[in-house]
C-alpha cells in the first residue's frame, strides 16, 4: 500500500466496522472486493459472494452486475442463466449505464443480438464507455447492423468503386 503494509486483517477490520455502523453499500462491496483478492491468502469465492449479494441487495450497481456476471460463469454459485439474467434485470432497474452495459452484454453471449445492442445504446445514453466501445465494435464489423444497398444497385455486398465495402445504416 501507501505508506503502511498490505494486510488483509486490517483490511478487513476497518471494512468491518464500517458495515457494522451503517450498513454502507461502499463499506459491504469493498469487503466482497477484499475477499476476491487473490493476493491474500484469505482469498474466498463464498466469501466474496456473501458480501456482493449483501451489496448488490443494498443497492449497489456494481454488485448486481457482478452477481450476474458469477451466475453466468458459474463463479461462487451454481452456473444459472436465469439468475444472471434476473441480477442484470435488477442493474437495469436503475438505469445505470453499468446495468444497462451489463444486460447488453449478456444478451449479446446468449446469441440475442438485437436485444443486446439496444442494451448497449441505453449503455452508450447513459454516458457509460463500454456502450459505446462495444457498439463500435460490432459496427466496425457490421454485426447486427441493418444492411443498405448499394447506390449503384448492386446489393449490400457491394464491392464496387462507389462503395469499396459494405454499406452500413
Known amino acids: 500500500g501507501l505508506g503502511c503494509e498490505k494486510s488483509f486483517e486490517q483490511a478487513r477490520r476497518c471494512y468491518d466496522m464500517a458495515c457494522r455502523s451503517e450498513d454502507s453499500i ?3 462491496y469493498s469487503m466482497s472486493r477484499l475477499y476476491d483478492d487473490k ?17 448488490a441487495q443494498l443497492g449497489s450497481v456494481d454488485a448486481m ?8 460463469y458459474g463463479r461462487g454459485v451454481p452456473k444459472d442463466m436465469k ?9 437495469v432497474k436503475t438505469r445505470n449505464g453499468r446495468g444497462y452495459f ?6 449479446i453471449y446468449t446469441a440475442k443480438v438485437k436485444d ?3 442494451y448497449m445504446e441505453k449503455a452508450a445514453q ?5 456502450g459505446y466501445y462495444i457498439l463500435g465494435l460490432m459496427k466496425m464489423q457490421g454485426i447486427g447492423m441493418k444492411k ?5 444497385g448492386t446489393g449490400s455486398r457491394c464491392r464496387c468503386s462507389r462503395c469499396q465495402r459494405r454499406v452500413e445504416v
Open 26 to 28: 461502499l463499506a459491504v
Open 39 to 55: 493476493q491474500f491468502p484469505q482469498a474466498s469465492e463464498i466469501q466474496t459472494t456473501i458480501w456482493t449479494e449483501k451489496a
Open 65 to 72: 452486475c457482478v452477481m450476474g456476471d458469477r451466475a453466468y
Open 83 to 91: 439468475a444472471a439474467e434476473n441480477w442484470y434485470k435488477q442493474a
Open 102 to 107: 451489463a444486460m447488453g452484454r449478456f444478451k
Open 116 to 118: 443486446g445492442i439496444k
Open 126 to 130: 447513459a454516458g457509460w464507455p463500454g
Open 148 to 152: 443498405r444497398p448499394c447506390p449503384s
